[in-house]
């Protein structure tokens, strides 16, 4: 018989198989092997057979011999592995195992074996190790494969167990030198154990627009350092006030923040796109003036002729009542350039509300300024039953130059001027 005949007689026995058809398919597997009887795909297909029927010795032969005539086949040597496993063959397991990631070090179910195997073995920190790494080249969750998906969610367990008691552990020797820290640095330290050990990733600036190189990513700024913050936060009772009372009257004022056109890949937005659960009153929008909210709010005009706003065309300045509905989460984002600072001043806060940035989460308080640089990752929760208000504005990152802030505006303008009128 020839090889396309052998061939054929291959693609009938797999597709017996398919439809479900053991027997039809074991039955042609074994015409395969009376042809070729070293066909590899038919030793191992008459293996699953074997162990299908609780013949772990004959599915043991079966496999040995596909694995000699294909040594380099992953899926042959992982199921070997299982039946080492089955017959409590250690060594053989491991062998077999490490045969197949020598094959391909990225075949993730031969790392989760190899994981499992030193789980088994109780050497806890080397599983998390591996566990680590095939999580590291797995695909989204939302795509994990439905074989892999409860051995990559035990992965994912051991792995934030693991890293957890590291953080622990690496927070106790700290303790002693936190002490001699100074207040603004000991949480830096606290961040630094929580990366060594694998439970969060470094946070770094990453701008939307417009990004200056080697600006420090610091994630909340002293409010000690910027001389206008207690007059601001002094006028906190009138802000309200002009907010309370635009609430009542002008509801039609609030727009969704999150609006994107038709079309528009929304990412993580689909939930808040063109929802009220998250809507502003604009006093500033990209630099230009929404006046009639403006003369709607003269206290709050006034506070905010007091700051050092940042001023780019088409950016900046921006400024908001920001309102947040009961059970809303604003989801993990960064915003469009690190030559401004964010500040948010605090007006109506139930409780169950907080705030992140980077590494560091924090509570609104009543009238108590935050600033923050906003292309670090950040996000919002409002858990409570009750409506959450911040007015949002933005101010030129400190960190700049003076002479630099001309720079940002003849970039901002120079990328303005370019998308309006390049053509090929």
Not at 205 to 229: C, G, H, M, T
Not at 294 to 319: F, K, M, R, S, Y
Not at 375 to 389: F, K, P, Q, Y
Request: proline fraction near 7%; glycine fraction near 4%.
């Amino acid at each position: 018989m020839s090889p396309a005949q052998v061939a054929q007689l291959a693609q009938a026995a797999g597709q017996a198989a398919n439809a479900g058809r053991w027997q039809e398919a074991e039955r042609l597997w074994r015409e395969v092997r009376k042809l070729e009887p070293d066909n590899p795909q038919a030793l191992f297909s008459l293996a699953i057979h074997a162990l299908q029927r609780g013949e772990v010795e004959t599915g043991l032969k079966m496999l040995l011999a596909a694995r000699a005539a294909a040594p380099r086949d992953k899926a042959i040597l992982l199921t070997l592995a299982n039946v080492h496993q089955q017959r409590s063959d250690a060594a053989a397991e491991r062998e077999s195992i490490d045969a197949a990631l020598a094959v391909d070090p990225y075949f993730i179910p031969a790392l989760l074996a190899r994981a499992n195997w030193l789980e088994r073995r109780g050497t806890a920190a080397a599983a998390a190790a591996t566990y680590r790494n095939a999580l590291k080249i797995s695909p989204p969750e939302s795509h994990w494969p439905a074989a892999h998906r409860e051995q990559l969610q035990h992965a994912r367990s051991v792995v934030d167990r693991h890293a957890r008691a590291l953080e622990s552990a690496l927070s106790k020797r700290l303790a002693e030198v936190h002490e001699k820290l100074p207040a603004e640095v000991a949480s830096r330290w606290r961040e630094a154990a929580a990366i060594m050990a694998g439970r969060v990733k470094p946070y770094y600036s990453e701008s939307n627009q417009l990004y200056v190189p080697r600006l420090p990513a610091i994630p909340f700024f002293d409010r000690k350092d910027f001389p206008w913050v207690p007059a601001f936060e002094a006028r906190t009772d009138v802000i309200r006030a002009e907010i309370e009372a635009a609430l009542k009257t002008s509801r039609d004022q609030f727009n969704p923040y999150i609006a994107y056109n038709p079309g528009d890949p929304v990412n993580q937005w689909q939930e808040l796109n063109h929802s009220d659960r998250w809507s502003v009153f604009q006093l500033w929008r990209a630099g230009e003036p929404v006046q009639a909210n403006l003369d709607q709010c003269p206290q709050t005009a006034a506070a905010l002729a007091t700051v050092d706003a940042a001023d780019i065309g088409g950016l900046c300045p921006n400024a908001m009542f920001s309102a947040l509905a009961p059970h809303t989460h604003i989801p993990p984002h960064n915003g469009e350039t690190n030559a401004r600072l964010v500040v948010h001043l605090p007006l109506i806060v139930p409780p169950d509300c907080r705030f992140r940035v980077g590494f560091e989460e924090r509570e609104w308080h009543v009238g108590e300024i935050m600033l923050f640089d906003d292309t670090i990752e950040h996000e919002a929760r409002n858990d409570s039953d009750e409506l959450r208000v911040v007015l949002i504005f933005d101010i030129w990152n400190p960190l700049l130059q003076p002479a630099e802030r001309d720079a940002v505006r003849v970039l901002a303008a120079g990328a303005r001027a370019f998308a309006n009128n390049y053509s090929e």
